[in-house]
């Protein structure tokens, strides 16, 4: 695969800067398709967990693991006001607890600018917060602690929201995918695999979500599987093609802008129509990789009643083979 690499990455990214960017006015996901995924995650998760079945949770209550700085959504009951008058309230620190649940769900989910564009109006981005959405919801159903990771256009640099419990921390999660902002940078490693498990305690489901058009996927494959012989690691694969069906044009020539480098490139009309096809292709080729490493991987395209069943139950399946 690594053949080919540079060719298609340069056309591919080239091609998706030039098309139209989210509106900043307009949410990603909504509060009524949040609603329509609480639903159909209920209504699913109870028909997989009818029966007997071990306890969600386990030990006699919550116990402390530490001080950190404050961060948007901590309760006003959590603050160490000792500690904080150290630095003369510059900054406040509180008081960090976990409950001893049977499992932790981490969501690492690509945030760079490409996703953010998109045709008809359907960024990548909404794809990937979707898919944050669903995987959040499915853990306020099993009293998991959920917690989120981004990373930009080079992946040496994570942004990250501490696992807590409930459904405020998954639109609090949501909110900050969108917005960018309510993180906490994670301090890098040598790589990616050890810079992700260094912000996790415990063993913990970690579902990767991206598009995976970046210049080295073999690359981001193998420390993937590197993390997977220590977390349980799932690959989101979102199908991307849907943002290169750019409609036609009667030029010959298309001047196009990558919206991460600044670069730009000249496309041939017949290039530009065989983009969403190379593309496919590539993706096929990124799945194809994972599995040869004994990764998970599920394809998610734009259709979101087939998306939602479908992630929902391959969730369940992966937590409910955690407990058992």
């Known amino acids: 695969m690594s053949g080919h690499v540079p060719e298609l990455f340069g056309a591919a990214l080239s091609a998706r800067g030039g098309g139209p960017r989210h509106e900043a006015g307009t949410s990603l996901v909504s509060l009524s398709d949040i609603t329509e995924i609480e639903l159909t995650i209920l209504r699913r998760m109870r028909e997989l967990t009818m029966g007997d079945h071990r306890s969600l949770t386990h030990g006699s209550g919550f116990d402390f693991v530490g001080l950190r700085d404050w961060q948007a959504g901590d309760r006003p009951s959590q603050i160490d006001w000792p500690q904080s008058t150290l630095s003369n309230f510059t900054r406040l620190v509180v008081r960090e607890f976990e409950q001893p649940s049977t499992a932790s769900v981490v969501v690492v989910?690509?945030?760079?600018?490409?996703?953010?564009?998109?045709?008809?109006?359907?960024?990548?981005?909404?794809?990937?917060?979707?898919?944050?959405?669903?995987?959040?919801?499915?853990?306020?159903?099993?009293?998991?602690?959920?917690?989120?990771?981004?990373?930009?256009?080079?992946?040496?640099?994570?942004?990250?929201?501490?696992?807590?419990?409930?459904?405020?921390?998954?639109?609090?999660?949501?909110?900050?995918?969108?917005?960018?902002?309510?993180?906490?940078?994670?301090?890098?490693?040598?790589?990616?695999?050890?810079?992700?498990?260094?912000?996790?305690?415990?063993?913990?489901?970690?579902?990767?979500?991206?598009?995976?058009?970046?210049?080295?996927?073999?690359?981001?494959?193998?420390?993937?599987?590197?993390?997977?012989?220590?977390?349980?690691?799932?690959?989101?694969?979102?199908?991307?093609?849907?943002?290169?069906?750019?409609?036609?044009?009667?030029?010959?020539?298309?001047?196009?802008?990558?919206?991460?480098?600044?670069?730009?490139?000249?496309?041939?009309?017949?290039?530009?129509?065989?983009?969403?096809?190379?593309?496919?292709?590539?993706?096929?080729?990124?799945?194809?990789?994972?599995?040869?490493?004994?990764?998970?991987?599920?394809?998610?395209?734009i259709d979101q009643v087939q998306t939602d069943l479908a992630l929902a139950e391959f969730v369940a399946e992966r937590r409910l083979r955690k407990v058992s």
Not at 112 to 124: E, L, M, W
Not at 138 to 162: K, N, W, Y
Request: hydrophobic share 45%; with cysteine; charged share 25%.
């Open 109 to 301: 989910a690509d945030g760079s600018r490409s996703t953010r564009c998109g045709v008809h109006g359907q960024p990548i981005a909404a794809a990937i917060a979707r898919a944050i959405a669903i995987i959040g919801m499915s853990a306020v159903f099993f009293q998991d602690m959920f917690g989120l990771i981004t990373f930009e256009d080079s992946l040496d640099r994570l942004s990250a929201i501490q696992p807590r419990i409930g459904r405020n921390q998954v639109m609090l999660c949501l909110d900050a995918y969108e917005r960018q902002r309510g993180m906490q940078d994670l301090r890098h490693t040598d790589n990616l695999s050890t810079t992700i498990a260094s912000f996790m305690r415990r063993t913990a489901l970690v579902p990767f979500v991206s598009d995976f058009l970046v210049p080295d996927p073999d690359a981001v494959l193998n420390e993937l599987a590197q993390l997977n012989t220590s977390h349980d690691v799932m690959v989101l694969l979102i199908d991307a093609a849907f943002a290169f069906e750019f409609p036609s044009t009667s030029a010959g020539w298309i001047d196009t802008v990558d919206v991460e480098t600044g670069r730009t490139r000249v496309l041939s009309r017949a290039a530009l129509a065989r983009m969403a096809d190379r593309v496919r292709d590539w993706q096929g080729d990124v799945e194809k990789a994972a599995r040869n490493r004994d990764l998970d991987i599920v394809r998610i395209g």
